[in-house]
């Protein structure tokens, strides 16, 4: 299986107890969703906004055995694209795995949609 890591930043998989078990480097290539944003009035002076999500430019091709990393969000957009090779990372508190410092270090387990 060959998995694309089409975020920003590495993505660290770790076992039950929060050990690293392999490190997916950014494929150099980020897949953003993107967006307009519409005036939706102010909350004490700041601006709101309601966002709409538009379909992702340069998806990469379906390929027999290839998975792609994405955020969260890009998920369901992409399924509802009819899109079931993409996966993302759970940092969900049942999954995520955090330093002293309570940075994201890794997580166990990725979403499907």
């Known amino acids: ?3 694309v890591n089409l975020t920003p930043h590495t993505v660290n998989v770790c076992d039950e107890n929060g050990s690293a078990m392999r490190s997916i480097e950014p494929s150099g290539k980020v897949l953003r969703l993107p967006t307009r944003a519409y005036a939706a009035g102010e909350l004490d002076g700041i601006p709101l906004v309601r966002l709409s999500y538009e379909e992702p430019e340069d998806l990469p091709p379906v390929e027999d055995g290839t998975i792609y990393i994405v955020s969260s969000l890009m998920l369901e957009p992409l399924a509802a694209m009819g899109r079931r090779d993409f996966v993302a990372p759970d940092t969900s508190p049942g999954s995520v ?3 002293e ?6 997580v166990k387990r ?4």
């Open 110 to 113: 990725f979403i499907v949609a």
């Open 97 to 99: 795995v955090r330093d």
């Open 101 to 106: 410092g309570g940075r994201i270090t890794g």
């Open 1 to 3: 299986m060959k998995i």
